[in-house]
């Protein structure tokens, strides 16, 4: 009889060759096919284990309903079924810790309600945050450290030092006063004994798991602190490097359905009550009593659900509208997405998310929705989204699928049928508040206008020749008791202009997560300049340097004004690339080159979040084109990150400066008129 | 997570009623302990934390025990471990739906869906359940009952967590 019992108690092992042989399968599977499908097939083979399930139940229902178990042998009641419970409950109690280790959660929805912004400097916070945290990966720390001494090697150049002398400085620990800082850079494999850096590690994990700070993340901050004071940046708001708490809010996360991890995954949901079920089984055995038993029955009910329904497979039509055809800027515009399951089953759990364009910001509603739908049924979503000039080009709609039990999820995007962009064409408002001439002329027209004649600005004074206006005779040194002279003004020749934009992915930065990016920021700049240019009778065009090329001739006259403002406001070329494009430096250089006239002047507009603008700056400058630069700002002070790029974006701005560029370093919330009378005000001084 | 925590109301409001399903039959038994458990379920979506919708699910399954522990009778164990483990189920939902969406957005017809086929389902396994024990307590020894359970257990664990 006892046979019989763990006969029937080995039913359990046997049944559970069968899954392990399944997961054999998909592991060999595996090898051949994308892991996504893996995972797929794994989770397909639910409803056959659920039916396993439910004849392993009858089985033992029938097991006790013939009641071959009647009767019973003491040890049985004093030692196995004790143990038995006991058992359960240990398995219960890890069932129970692994639920409350684990986040559980489903599929991260991307944020697709804001902007998509990248602040330069807030993958160091985020590194620090990690630090701060937990320990952040070796290679980030690495690359915060090659990034700082790149900082800290460019200042000392910048302050006189030549490169020999500036890294003999950084190993000798002298480069600042700070000792936190200054033996930052020193600490590294070559220079320590592996004694004093398992030691070393040691107190680190010690002084983390007390509550305290880092010191790799200590002395980073302290190191930024310096560096900051060697840039010559006084003037910031981040000023407590002892303070492992004031690092800004890192921005991350995505923001656009695209990003979805798309794939079948398996919640932990059910675990807790797994958990439950063994204790309420475990304790019901060990102190005998069965309505704690019938009790765990009940929560079985959750863990079978849970294979039951297998892997939603979501058919679905989606259409877009959006309102209005030609909204104007800033206006709200309301989208309506409807979703219909064309799909022969019922999907009880679906959470929508619409692809909102990564430039607009969704101001009312929202473009999520968690529902169900029966075969036919449809759901409608509406929100409405403010638009800004440009063409603005919306993703995807985002899904995720659960199971009816919630205990799996297939993450999938479904291409829309209906409108994917809106398009805002209104001209962008100049705010150049400056007389023509004089703009035209400090923006770009140093060079040119290199010709003494009649002018407004002064040039140079020549001898008096007869037939000489009179009013340019220099009386002044006639007085003086000097020959007859003549003053000469420079003279205004209109000019050949080509604007070029800096449409690299690294280009599309902003200050702040809800701030323009850098290329919004330089279309705005671009068309105000263009108005002032055209109204001199100048020559302007257009040309972009980043993976979509945009080309508009230089020309001057009233027809160029419509094309030049439609292509800043619909080319795609100044939308957010997604990634699939290359851009090749030298080839788009040399396309350039081929396109640009001889004698014409560029004005490139830049965040210089990065090198590569100072590369096609100093490129376009090779090549022999007079060349101005007008830098939105993206960067600021708020916090050790955010501090390093602005470090790193000064000292780009220096070196174009000390290679003869005029440079214009354009402040957020800064009229773009009052950005060049600082710098002219730099150059006068 | 890629936004504010913002609790769902249906979510928050249908926990509490789960929740209170099952303090409520525990308190037929006399045991206020289950309140205790709902009140904490409710704070753990309130504020986005499994972890403390974890202890209060555990909360509300100790009083469960405790009840058992006083020889109640099964008719009102049932609906105490139902309410208890719709608790976790319905909770864990509203906590995920505060994660992924904001409080403009609509949720309702989806955490309703959620919480009532949960509801049916465990629903069906307490009566199929509790119609096996009305049947097997018929003199049956404790030990082949608990072999049966154990060894379907067995089965559930087999098939991967």
Same mark, same amino acid.
């Given at each position: 009889m006892s046979e019989s019992l763990f006969d029937e108690a080995s039913v359990g092992p046997d049944d559970e060759s069968a899954p392990r042989a399944e997961r054999d399968d998909s592991s060999g599977v595996r090898n051949e096919a994308a892991a996504a499908s893996t995972t797929d097939s794994r989770v397909a083979t639910r409803p056959v284990l659920a039916l396993l399930t439910g004849a392993a139940f009858c089985l033992l229902g029938l097991v006790v309903g013939v009641g071959t178990l009647s009767g019973s042998s003491p040890i049985l009641e004093m030692f196995v079924v004790p143990t038995i419970g006991i058992v359960a409950v240990i398995f219960g109690l890890g069932w129970l810790s692994d639920q409350f280790d684990g *986040?559980? %959660?489903g599929a991260d929805l991307p944020a697709v309600e804001r902007i998509e912004t990248v602040i330069p400097g807030a993958d160091i916070d985020e590194t620090l945050a990690a630090e701060r945290a937990s320990r952040a990966p070796y290679s980030e720390r690495t690359a915060v450290r090659k990034r700082l001494r790149q900082v800290v090697v460019a200042a000392l150049g910048k302050a006189g030092h030549d490169p020999d002398r500036a890294e003999s400085l950084l190993a000798e620990e002298?480069?600042?006063?700070?000792p936190r800082a200054a033996s930052f850079f020193t600490?590294?494999?070559?220079?320590? *004994?592996r004694s004093a850096r398992i030691l070393r590690r040691v107190r680190a994990r010690i002084r983390r798991l007390l509550g305290r700070d880092s010191p790799f993340g200590r002395d980073a901050r302290y190191t930024i602190d310096a560096a900051a004071d060697l840039v010559g940046v006084?003037?910031?708001?981040?000023? #407590?490097?002892? #303070?492992?708490?004031?690092?800004?809010?890192a921005v991350a %996360?995505? /923001? /656009?359905?695209?990003d979805l991890q798309l794939g079948v995954v398996a919640t932990k949901r059910v675990r807790l009550v797994g958990g439950l079920v063994l204790l309420a089984v475990g304790i019901g055995i060990a102190l005998q009593q069965p309505s704690l038993l019938l009790a765990g029955a009940v929560g079985t009910g959750i863990l079978a659900h849970r294979y039951a329904g297998g892997v939603p497979e979501p058919d679905l039509h989606v259409t877009r509208a959006v309102e209005t055809d030609d909204p104007e800027p800033g206006e709200p515009v309301t989208v309506t997405v409807t979703v219909e399951?064309? %799909?022969?089953?019922?999907? =009880?759990d679906l959470r929508l998310i619409d692809g909102v364009p990564p430039t607009l910001t969704v101001?009312?509603?929202?473009?999520r929705r968690y529902t169900g739908l029966r075969p036919g049924a449809r759901e409608t979503i509406s929100y409405d989204v403010a638009v800004e000039s440009g063409q603005h080009a919306f993703d995807p709609l985002g899904v995720v699928a659960r199971s009816a039990s919630g205990a799996v999820e297939r993450a999938l995007t479904v291409e829309v049928d209906g409108d994917t962009t809106v398009t805002c064409e209104t001209p962008p408002t100049p #705010?150049?508040? @400056?007389p023509v001439s004089a703009t035209v002329d400090r923006t770009v027209g140093s060079i040119v206008t290199?010709?003494?004649?009649?002018?407004?600005e002064f040039h140079s004074v020549r001898e008096y020749r007869s037939?000489?206006? !009179? @009013? @340019?005779?220099d009386w002044r040194r006639l007085a003086n008791g000097g020959d007859l002279a003549t003053r000469q003004f420079s003279v205004e020749r209109s000019t050949t202009v080509v604007l070029v934009v800096?449409? @690299?992915?690294? *280009? =599309?930065?902003?200050?702040?997560? +809800?701030a323009p990016t850098a290329v919004d920021r330089s279309v705005h700049a671009a068309a105000s300049i263009v108005r002032t240019l055209l109204y001199s009778n100048d020559r302007v065009g257009l040309a972009t340097i980043g993976p979509h090329r945009c080309w508009v001739e230089p020309r001057g006259g009233a027809r160029q004004w419509p094309l030049l403002r439609e292509a800043l406001a619909t080319?795609?070329? =100044?939308?957010?690339?997604?990634?699939d494009e290359r851009f090749l430096r030298l080839s788009t250089l040399h396309w350039l080159e081929t396109r640009v006239p001889d004698d014409a002047q560029l004005v490139f507009f830049t965040p !210089?979040? +990065?090198?590569g603008g100072l590369q096609i700056a100093r490129g376009l400058q090779a090549r022999g084109y007079p060349i101005s630069v007008v830098s939105p700002r993206p960067t600021g002070t708020e916090s050790p990150g955010r501090l390093v790029a602005h470090l790193e974006r000064n000292l780009r701005l220096s070196r174009l400066r000390q290679c003869g560029l005029w440079v214009a370093d354009w402040e957020p919330d800064e009229p773009l008129g009052a950005a060049f009378d600082r710098t002219e005000r730099r150059r006068g001084r | 997570m890629t936004h504010e925590y913002e609790p769902s109301t249906a979510g928050l409001g249908l926990t509490a009623v789960v929740g209170l399903l099952g303090a409520v039959s525990t308190l037929l038994a006399g045991v206020w302990l289950g309140l205790l458990g709902v009140g904490l379920a409710g704070s753990g979506v309130y504020r986005g934390s499994r972890r403390v919708l974890g202890v209060g699910v555990v909360v509300l399954f100790g009083s469960v025990v405790v009840a058992g522990l006083l020889s109640v009778p099964a008719i009102v164990l049932v609906p105490a471990m139902v309410g208890t483990v719709l608790a976790w189920d319905v909770g864990e939902n509203a906590i995920t739906v505060g994660e992924q969406f904001?409080?403009?957005?609509?949720?309702w017809r989806g955490e309703v869906l959620h919480a009532t086929v949960s509801a049916i389902v465990v629903t069906l396994f307490a009566v199929g359940a509790f119609a096996v024990y009305t049947v097997s307590t018929?003199?049956?020894p404790l030990a082949a009952v608990a072999l049966a359970v154990v060894g379907a257990l067995v089965v559930l664990v087999g098939l991967g967590r």
């Open positions: *986040a559980g %959660g002298e480069w600042t006063e700070d600490i590294s494999g070559e220079t320590t *004994a006084s003037d910031r708001e981040w000023t #407590d490097p002892d #303070d492992p708490d004031a690092l800004a809010e %996360g995505n /923001r /656009r359905t695209r399951n064309e %799909g022969e089953s019922t999907l =009880f101001v009312d509603g929202s473009p #705010d150049v508040e @400056r290199d010709t003494g004649g009649a002018g407004i037939g000489d206006p !009179l @009013r @340019r005779i800096d449409t @690299r992915s690294e *280009a =599309f930065v902003a200050a702040g997560p +809800d080319d795609e070329a =100044f939308v957010y690339p997604t990634g !210089l979040a +990065d090198d | 904001p409080a403009a957005a609509d949720t018929g003199g049956y």
